[in-house]
C-alpha cells in the first residue's frame, strides 16, 4: 500500500552527459559509451534503492530523448531528415526526424536495457517508452501523412516490444502520452484505441504518464495562460478511466489540477505527482505527505502510489536525491498514519 515510484527518468552523471540539460549529447562514444550508460544505470537503481523507492525504474540512462531514444531502432524513420517542425499544437519548436517508409522494428529496442536492470535489482521494476500519440506529434511524416494511422503503426511497434520486455520479468510497462493533455478530442477518438494497441496482450502491469510536462520555459509559459485551475484532465480521465490501462500517472504537486478530478480515475490506480520536477527546491516530508493526503478522499489508499509529477533528468543530482529522501520519508508519514507497516 501506498507503494512509492517515479514517473522515469533521473538526471545523468557529468561524464555520461552534460548536467541539467534536457536531452544532452553524450559525451562518451563507442565501447566507452555503452559501458558508461550501463554504469549509470548502476547508479540509478542505487541510488532510488538507497533513497527506499519501491517501483525502481532504469532513470532512462541509455536514451538522450525519451521518444527519439526509442525511434532509432525503427525502420522507416530516418534521422538524416530532420527536420524543425512546431510540436504539442505548437507550443514549442524541436527538430524532428521524418517518417519515409513503413514502419518495423531492426531489431528489439530495449530488451538489453530491461535484461540489465533486471538482473541489478530485486525491486518491482518498471520501464518507461513512448506513447503512440506523442510519438506521432515528435517527428515528421512524408509516407502515411495520416496521424492515426501512424499512430496505430506506432502502437504495433511498441507492442512488438512490449511483449519482450515484459518476458524479460518487467513489472510495469508506463507508456509516457504528454500529447494527452493537447488534443483531447484525439485522446477520445483514436489515442485510447492506440493504447490498447501497444499494450495488448500484456503479462506485466500497465501505466500512462499524462503530466502537463518537464519544467522548460516553454512548458512553464503555457502553464501560466491555462488559468487557476488546469481541468484539461476532466475530458479524459473518464475515456481513460474505460480504458484498459492499469494505472495513470497525473501531476499533483505544485499543479493546479483540481484534486477532486483524481475520483474520475475510480477503478484505476493512481500514480499521485507528489514531487515538483519544475523547481530545484526539495520538498520536506510533510509537504509530500500534504499532496497524498489531499489525494486520499478521491484514490483509496490501496490505488494510491505516491511518485513525481515527471522526470527528473534537468535537475542537479543531489536536488534529485533529495526530492527521492522526501517522496519516500513523505509517504512513511502517510502510511504510519494510516496504520501501513
Known sequence: MLLTTIAGSLPKPSWLAKPRVLWAPWNLSGPALAEGKRDAVLVALGEQEAAGIDIVSDGEQSRQHFVHGFLEAIDGV????????????DRYKAEVPTVTGPLARRRSVHADEVAFARAHTTKK????????????????????????????????????EARELAALGLDVLQLDEPAF???????????????????????????????YGYGIKANTDWKATLGSEW???????????ASRIDQISVECANSRVPVSLLGLLRGKDVLVGAVDVATDAVETPAEVAATIRRALPYVPPERLYPCTNCGMVPLDRA??????????????LVRRELGVT
Open 78 to 89: 530516418d534521422f538524416t531528415r530532420r527536420v524543425t517542425i512546431g510540436i504539442r499544437a
Open 125 to 160: 521494476l518498471k520501464f518507461t517508452v513512448p506513447g503512440p500519440m506523442t510519438i506521432v506529434d515528435t517527428l515528421a511524416d512524408e509516407h502515411y501523412r495520416d496521424r492515426r494511422r501512424l499512430a496505430m503503426e506506432f502502437a504495433r511497434v511498441i507492442n512488438e
Open 181 to 211: 493533455n493537447v488534443y483531447m478530442d484525439e485522446v477520445r477518438t483514436w489515442g485510447i484505441e492506440a493504447l490498447h494497441r501497444a499494450i495488448d496482450g500484456l503479462s506485466c502491469k500497465t501505466a500512462v504518464h499524462i503530466c
Open 231 to 241: 481541468r484539461q484532465y476532466e475530458q479524459t480521465f473518464p475515456a481513460l478511466a
Open 319 to 332: 536536488v534529485a536525491r533529495g526530492k527521492l529522501r522526501a517522496l519516500v520519508e513523505g509517504t512513511a
